[in-house]
């Protein structure tokens, strides 16, 4: 570099000899009649001075709009490579590997898709064909579901396919590229979260598509309420990990069938837009039809009304979120199911406010004994209902009175003995009163605190004589004279030996357990085991009446009823494994003992 720059500073200087060293001498003269001294090099006069300076100007502003101007092209550049142009375009023929995904359930779906469009078949096969659906237009489809310990086949009348890949009609391209699953991606989106529209839908729908292949890679919806400051409601993911496009075998469809005794599925007990066959119809834009009318058949059904259209619009994302819940955990072929009931409007932390109002049990609530086993041989199954001394389930609403219920029902077990008649006691009676002793009314309570207010007072009344179930506090008014029921002590039950032995010899329990899943929220029937049903004493949040067990595959299962209305369950009851203690029904079940007078 120091000896390229030599030269070419020698080869300036020479080039100043010759034609250019008249004008030198000239300069030369004028410097000596001014007495200046000698500028070496070129001299310019003044004015050729001012003309340069303006020059100067004039090429630094060219500059600066050159500069400009690139940077200007090559923004422009980089946003074009970062648009997407190119709507995808989706095979008619194909098979796929997908995942279905709602996050804050923490529900993870595996389904396999075979699709031939032109031929009017498609086939689902969800958890590697424990369920499978067999979509026929123009002829018989199929449902292969399993019942109790066994697959069986299902027949329905014609179909229509359930497309996994959404209309890209109202989909418009985003700028900006994501990586999702470690694929670049482009990104289309559908925007409906500007305000409530008439078929509830608040939120983004955007599908993400590989940069190279326009394939796409991800199905992403969530919700909003706008009208509680962007606060989630509802969201799920599509992740599409496997896509052939191309024809499929035409045994694809039909080989598991011709092997099996389908029989008809016989008439629907789920309103048509509710049928799990419908979940991908649902889960996209274009299916907003079958989900308003969904929503409309909900609140008929279920007497529903709301304030305005801003709730309702809330209200049926929430619903349709837990309609994808209850049809997914029904595919995984579990020993019980779900189904929508008059809490499918609701978010599980609602439930949890309405239902619970968790209190904290004392690790020592005072009881004076603890159940011991009986020296008598246990039968297989026990009911109390089948016995008497179990009254009618009832609903407790949106109070968190729940506790009384466990404790009336107890109680009202233990007169029935003594009497041989069955008597409504008043869970009012207890929300009214029994402030003093630690209750909260609809804020949660204990049974062994209620307990200690009915061994203080000589008992309790009946509904008949201080009145109906009200959903919320009210005046005490508890007359002793028309008191039933005086208790002396209550007893603690722990541990599934003990439970049981109590069921037979003693009479129904109160039980505290965990109630917060929201598998425990749409139960509807069958033999109750989800493992993450917690026991610890902490984990108990509602309180219930255990009326007997039963067996099933050789497993016991505790007979429990609930206070959420008819519309829960098996008519108001739920059957819950014993095995590993699901739930906490043995953590800390008591039931009182009468006074010798009440007998």
């Known amino acids: 570099m120091g000896r390229g720059s030599k030269s070419t500073k020698k080869h300036g200087k020479e080039s100043l000899v010759g034609t250019e060293q008249h004008e030198r001498l000239l300069d030369e003269a004028t410097y000596r009649e001014m007495d200046l001294p000698l500028e070496p090099g070129f001299h310019r006069s003044p004015q050729q001075k001012k003309q340069t300076v303006w020059c100067s100007f004039i090429w630094v502003g060219i500059g600066l709009v050159v500069v400009v101007g690139a940077f200007a092209i090559l923004k422009v550049s980089r946003q074009s490579d970062e648009l997407p142009t190119k709507k995808p375009i989706f095979p008619t023929q194909y098979e796929a590997s997908l995942t279905f995904r709602m996050p804050y359930v923490g529900l993870v779906e595996p389904v396999f898709v075979h699709v031939d469009e032109p031929a009017g078949l498609q086939k689902l096969s969800y958890y590697g064909g424990v369920d499978e659906y067999i979509f026929n237009t123009t002829g018989p489809s199929y449902q292969l579901l399993p019942v109790i310990d066994a697959i069986q086949c299902f027949q329905t009348?014609?179909?229509?396919?359930?497309?996994?890949?959404?209309?890209?009609?109202?989909?418009?391209?985003?700028?900006?590229?994501?990586?999702?699953?470690?694929?670049?991606?482009?990104?289309?989106?559908?925007?409906?979260?500007?305000?409530?529209?008439?078929?509830?839908?608040?939120?983004?729908?955007?599908?993400?598509?590989?940069?190279?292949?326009?394939?796409?890679?991800?199905?992403?919806?969530?919700?909003?309420?706008?009208?509680?400051?962007?606060?989630?409601?509802?969201e799920y993911i599509l992740d599409y990990e496997y896509i052939r496009a191309g024809p499929i075998a035409p045994q694809i469809f039909s080989y598991r069938v011709a092997s099996m005794n389908c029989t008809p599925m016989g008439p629907d007990v789920v309103d048509a837009p509710l049928r799990p066959t419908n979940d991908f119809h649902l889960r996209m834009p274009d299916g907003e039809t079958k989900r308003a009318d969904a929503f409309d058949a909900f609140m008929a059904a279920h007497e529903k009304a709301y304030l305005d259209d801003s709730e309702r619009a809330r209200r049926e994302s929430i619903f349709h979120a837990n309609v994808q819940y209850i049809n997914a955990m029904n595919r995984q072929g579990n020993s019980y199911t779900l189904a929508v009931n008059h809490l499918a409007d609701k978010t599980p932390d609602e439930m949890r406010r309405h239902f619970h109002a968790k209190a904290h049990h004392a690790k020592d609530n005072g009881a004076q004994a603890v159940h011991t086993l009986s020296s008598t041989s246990l039968p297989e199954e026990f009911d109390w209902r089948n016995h008497g001394g179990v009254t009618p389930v009832k609903d407790q609403g949106h109070c968190g009175s729940c506790w009384t219920f466990g404790t009336t029902g107890a109680l009202e077990g233990q007169l029935f003995k003594a009497k041989n008649e069955t008597i409504r006691l008043s869970q009012q009676n207890l929300i009214d009163c029994s402030?003093?002793?630690?209750?909260?009314?609809?804020?949660?309570?204990?049974?062994?605190?209620?307990?200690?207010?009915?061994?203080?007072?000589?008992?309790?009344?009946?509904?008949?004589?201080?009145?109906?179930?009200?959903?919320?506090?009210?005046?005490?008014?508890?007359?002793?004279?028309?008191?039933?029921?005086?208790?002396?002590?209550?007893?603690?039950?722990?541990?599934?030996?003990?439970?049981?032995?109590?069921?037979?010899?003693?009479?129904?329990?109160?039980?505290?357990?965990?109630?917060?899943?929201?598998?425990?929220?749409?139960?509807?029937?069958?033999?109750?085991?989800?493992?993450?049903?917690?026991?610890?004493?902490?984990?108990?949040?509602?309180?219930?009446?255990?009326?007997?067990?039963?067996?099933?595959?050789?497993?016991?299962?505790?007979?429990?009823?609930?206070?959420?209305?008819?519309?829960?369950?098996?008519?108001?009851?739920?059957?819950?494994?014993?095995?590993?203690?699901?739930?906490?029904?043995?953590?800390?079940?008591?039931?009182?003992?009468?006074?010798?007078?009440?007998?």
């Open 157 to 234: 009348d014609a179909s229509p396919l359930q497309l996994v890949f959404p209309n890209m009609t109202a989909f418009e391209p985003m700028y900006g590229k994501s990586v999702i699953n470690s694929r670049n991606c482009y990104s289309w989106k559908f925007s409906v979260d500007s305000k409530p529209d008439a078929q509830g839908r608040l939120g983004v729908y955007t599908l993400y598509v590989d940069v190279d292949t326009n394939e796409p890679v991800r199905f992403h919806y969530i919700g909003h309420n706008v009208m509680l400051g962007g606060s989630h409601m509802d």
């Open 435 to 599: 402030w003093d002793e630690g209750n909260n009314a609809c804020n949660g309570g204990l049974d062994y605190q209620a307990y200690r207010w009915i061994i203080k007072h000589g008992g309790l009344e009946t509904e008949a004589t201080y009145g109906s179930y009200k959903n919320q506090p009210g005046f005490c008014h508890f007359n002793a004279s028309r008191a039933v029921a005086p208790v002396a002590s209550f007893v603690n039950v722990s541990g599934i030996p003990a439970l049981n032995d109590a069921l037979v010899n003693v009479g129904p329990l109160s039980v505290s357990i965990d109630a917060a899943l929201p598998s425990f929220y749409f139960y509807a029937g069958g033999y109750y085991n989800d493992i993450e049903c917690k026991s610890g004493l902490d984990d108990l949040d509602h309180s219930v009446l255990a009326v007997g067990y039963t067996t099933y595959n050789g497993e016991k299962y505790t007979l429990v009823k609930n206070s959420w209305s008819t519309h829960w369950g098996e008519k108001g009851y739920i059957k819950i494994a014993q095995k590993n203690n699901i739930c906490g029904v043995a953590t800390i079940a008591t039931y009182p003992v009468l006074q010798k007078t009440a007998a």
